[in-house]
């Protein structure tokens, strides 16, 4: 809680709002009501709030999405998963993210709905490729070719999927969704293989173009 007197700049003030909006957000969903409401229980003017977050509860939004990438990257590193598998790295990335969101779930639910709104789309993809990118680097990815796109690609789709599933369910310790994980990851390593042994065969295959030039320009003897 804060005082009418509180001396700290809009800058200063960003994540008390984010995390004075979040309980409210549960109920009110991310509007400009949760943000009023924020600003209130920190015992601050709206046009303070508002200097804080010119771009208004979107920003705030913006801000949790943010947050939630850095504190995803934080705990990986703690957990040291470059000596797992890749698979596992992956699957470890996911779960951790969850896991740290179960709290907020009410809160994501009404983030996603608020990404889907047309006005919201270009930061919703934004924020979805900002977080697979995270768990790829936190796994070590070092890629920089067309791979470091189709891999970020491909974990936006797993990451979606199992973010609804997750959002929906009420088993116990949300065991239902980590076999949903885990079935998701099982399809995207199949599909890994599959292009790994394409490119293999691929490339013991002769070569077209040599094969035309040796019919136009046929080896003397």
Same mark, same amino acid.
């Given at each position: 809680?804060?005082?009418?007197?509180?001396?700290?700049?809009?800058?200063?003030?960003? #994540?008390?709002? #984010?995390?004075?909006?979040?309980?409210?957000?549960? %109920?009110?969903?991310?509007?400009?009501?949760?943000? &009023?409401?924020?600003?209130?229980?920190?015992?601050?003017?709206?046009?303070?709030?508002?200097?804080?977050?010119?771009? /208004?509860?979107?920003?705030?939004?913006?801000? *949790?999405?943010?947050?939630?990438?850095?504190?995803?990257?934080?705990?990986?590193?703690?957990?040291?998963?470059?000596?797992?598998?890749?698979?596992? !790295?992956?699957?470890?990335?996911? !779960?951790?993210?969850?896991?740290?969101?179960?709290?907020?779930?009410?809160?994501? !639910? +009404? /983030? $996603?709905?608020? $990404?889907?709104?047309?006005?919201?789309?270009?930061?919703?993809?934004?924020? $979805?490729?900002?977080?697979?990118?995270?768990?790829?680097?936190?796994? /070590?990815?070092?890629?920089?070719?067309?791979?470091?796109?189709? &891999? +970020?690609?491909?974990?936006? /789709? @797993?990451?979606?999927? @199992? @973010?609804?599933?997750? $959002?929906?369910?009420?088993?116990?310790? %949300?065991?239902?969704?980590?076999?949903?994980?885990? !079935? +998701?990851?099982?399809? @995207? =390593?199949?599909?890994? &293989?599959?292009?790994?042994? =394409?490119?293999?065969?691929?490339? &013991?295959?002769?070569?077209?173009?040599? %094969?035309?030039?040796?019919?136009?320009?046929?080896?003397? *003897?």
């Amino acid at each position: 809680m804060t005082s009418a007197s509180d001396d700290r700049t809009p800058l200063e003030l960003r #994540l008390p709002i #984010l995390e004075a909006i979040l309980p409210h957000v549960a %109920f009110d969903g991310w509007t400009e009501t949760a943000l &009023k409401m924020a600003a209130e229980d920190l015992n601050i003017s709206r046009e303070l709030a508002e200097l804080a977050f010119p771009r /208004g509860v979107i920003e705030v939004l913006e801000l *949790h999405l943010e947050e939630a990438d850095k504190a995803l990257a934080e705990k990986l590193d703690e957990m040291d998963i470059q000596s797992m598998k890749i698979r596992d !790295r992956i699957t470890v990335a996911v !779960r951790t993210r969850l896991e740290q969101q179960t709290p907020n779930r009410e809160v994501v !639910r +009404r /983030g $996603l709905a608020t $990404l889907a709104m047309p006005q919201n789309l270009a930061l919703g993809s934004k924020a $979805l490729w900002a977080t697979a990118d995270t768990m790829w680097r936190a796994a /070590g990815d070092t890629s920089t070719d067309h791979n470091w796109y189709t &891999k +970020r690609m491909t974990l936006s /789709g @797993v990451y979606s999927a @199992v @973010v609804m599933y997750w $959002l929906n369910d009420e088993s116990e310790d %949300f065991a239902d969704t980590w076999a949903f994980l885990d !079935r +998701r990851i099982e399809d @995207v =390593m199949k599909i890994e &293989k599959a292009k790994f042994q =394409m490119r293999n065969a691929c490339e &013991k295959m002769p070569s077209l173009s040599g %094969f035309l030039g040796r019919l136009r320009y046929p080896t003397s *003897h």
